[in-house]
């Protein structure tokens, strides 16, 4: 090209950009209507594909084991009449009704248990649940190289569902040990086992939540719920993080038929811990215990007693020679901190108490009378018929009356020196409830025969001081009694006066 033409060709660029620049103006309003006025942000990917759980497998699968307990008379969910039902009649059973599975057991005949566990030093200490070696003449360990080992119970506890094995071998492969109080909902895990008796089976699904009180008689364990599919025989194996560590031991289902439902337990592995080295050392384990028995908090609690939040235990009795009440713990009191540790319900309060030793020293925070104030408290040793956390209970209701002449509706009368000692009220306080004419009283569950103790936090000990405590409040105030049903245990009871 000649440098004429090419200086035409330029020339004629120069010339044609500013119209083409012109006709996109003239047709950007039709284009800028179009399009939004603010670009929307695109979200983050907050999950990038999923696990490959081979190599942890790979590496934890040598550390996990198959118990085989041998027993005679032993504890089990179900009766011997239960364990005779033909299949075909199990079908036809009530919902809720659950014959034996994983989990804390009750009487069952003579056979054999199945269950998992875990290799935690190479000297042949094997963990594996209470439930699993509850009652058994022989345990038997099975390898994954096939050899299998006569165990020795070298101590067991029924309250964290904790059993610890010896086997006697040297070089065993081990698992490793992770931490459990780091677990948050949604993490993966997985489980090693042998559910239905399909050795070395791996599931693997995620934390459903932490902290769980899955059984009342383990209000000691705050339990991992994980969906991770567990059946009969995962009970005692490895829960694991995707590090292959384990973070707790696989040991109850929540089921109506006694399978698989996509809620399991696990004990976490810290409080396992704590427990085999007291099992190591004498065979079983200690607890401590502050001495008191607590319900959880309603609005009408909080209406009732001024309270910032319904977080917190309330505390309903208190031991007379227990820690708390040397501290000056009384009924009333809102626990909401132990050791610094918020408490939000009154299960979360035992677990933290529990793994620390008599004479342990700790500091109680309490609401009382619209402050918090911190109560150092010696803990004392946990006797096993030591209930120390009260279960609230329904109370019954009683047929409709003519009303009564008092705020409540309510008649009462001196407690005697027989009713005294029945109710275990010797050298307390009270009334006890001889008529409920008042609607609302009779519908907080007050009845005939419960012994009123206090007013809120004021203590009543004859009829007149009760109708004194009672004339303070006014209609549409909330009044809490707390008072001992000779059945039903002591309780708060909140009841709202009629507003007129």
């Known amino acids: 090209m000649t440098p004429h033409a090419r200086n035409g060709l330029l020339a004629m660029l120069i010339l ?3 119209l083409a620049a012109c006709a996109q103006q003239a047709e950007a309003p039709a284009s800028v209507a179009a399009a939004p006025a603010v670009a929307q942000s695109v979200a983050p990917q907050l999950v990038t594909g999923l696990p490959d759980f081979t190599q942890l497998v790979e590496q934890v699968g040598p550390g996990v084991v198959n118990v085989e307990a041998r027993i005679g008379t032993r504890r089990s969910a179900g009766t011997d009449e239960e364990a005779d039902i033909p299949e075909i009649f199990r079908r036809m059973l009530p919902p809720g009704f659950q014959m034996p599975g994983p989990g804390p057991q009750g009487p069952q005949r003579r056979g054999t248990s199945m269950g998992s566990g875990f290799i935690i030093s190479a000297d042949g200490y094997v963990l594996t649940n209470h439930h699993v070696v509850d009652g058994a003449d022989e345990v038997k360990v099975t390898l994954p ?3 299998e080992l006569t165990a020795k119970v070298v101590g067991s506890d029924q309250q964290y569902d904790v059993a610890l094995l ?3 071998a040297k070089g065993l492969p081990t698992v490793r040990i992770g931490n459990s109080t780091t677990l ?8 090693i086992g042998s559910p239905l008796g399909l050795d070395h089976s791996v599931t693997a699904g995620i934390v459903s939540a932490v902290g769980r009180s899955a059984s009342p008689e383990q209000r000691y364990v705050p339990f991992i719920q994980t969906d991770v599919a567990i059946n009969q025989g995962n009970s005692g194996g490895p829960l694991l993080n995707t590090r292959g560590e384990v973070v707790g031991i696989n040991s109850q289902i929540f089921s109506v038929s006694g399978g698989y439902m996509g809620i399991s337990f696990a004990i976490p592995i810290d409080l396992a811990m704590s427990a085999v080295e007291q099992l190591k050392a004498t065979g079983k384990v200690s607890r401590a215990m502050l001495g008191v028995s607590m319900q959880n908090i309603g609005a009408d609690e909080v209406k009732a007693f001024g309270l910032p939040d319904a977080n917190g235990a309330l505390v309903v009795t208190v031991e007379p020679t227990s820690g708390a009440a040397k501290a000056g713990i009384v009924p009333g009191d809102v626990i909401t901190a132990f050791n610094g540790r918020k408490i939000g319900t009154r299960e979360e309060l035992p677990p933290l108490v529990g793994p620390l030793g008599a004479g342990s020293k700790a500091v109680v ?7 918090a104030r911190d109560i150092d408290v010696i ?3 946990l006797e096993e018929s030591t209930e120390t956390a009260g279960t609230p209970q329904t109370l019954p209701d009683q047929p409709a009356a003519p009303s009564g002449t008092n705020a409540l509706g309510i008649q009462t009368q001196p407690l005697d020196a027989a009713t005294r000692k029945r109710m275990g009220l010797e050298g307390q306080g009270g009334v006890i409830v001889s008529r409920v004419d008042g609607a609302a009283a009779r519908e907080a569950g007050l ?3 419960m012994a009123i103790l206090q007013v809120g936090r004021t203590k009543v000990e004859t009829p007149a001081e009760l109708d004194r405590e009672l004339a303070r409040a006014r209609a549409g105030d909330t009044v ?5 049903h000779p059945n039903y245990g002591t309780r708060f009871l909140a009841i709202t006066l009629d507003k007129r």
Not at 184 to 191: E, Y
Not at 365 to 371: A, H, I, L, P, S
Not at 480 to 484: E, F, G, I, K
């Open 447 to 449: 009845s005939p025969g």
């Open 184 to 191: 948050k909902p949604g993490q993966w895990v997985v489980a």
């Open 365 to 371: 925070t309490v609401f009382r009378d619209g402050k």
């Open 166 to 168: 010896k086997v006697d």
């Open 480 to 484: 809490m009694l707390l008072v001992q």
């Open 145 to 147: 190289d096939r050899r």
């Open 16 to 18: 044609t950009a500013p």
């Open 379 to 381: 803990l004392s040793a």
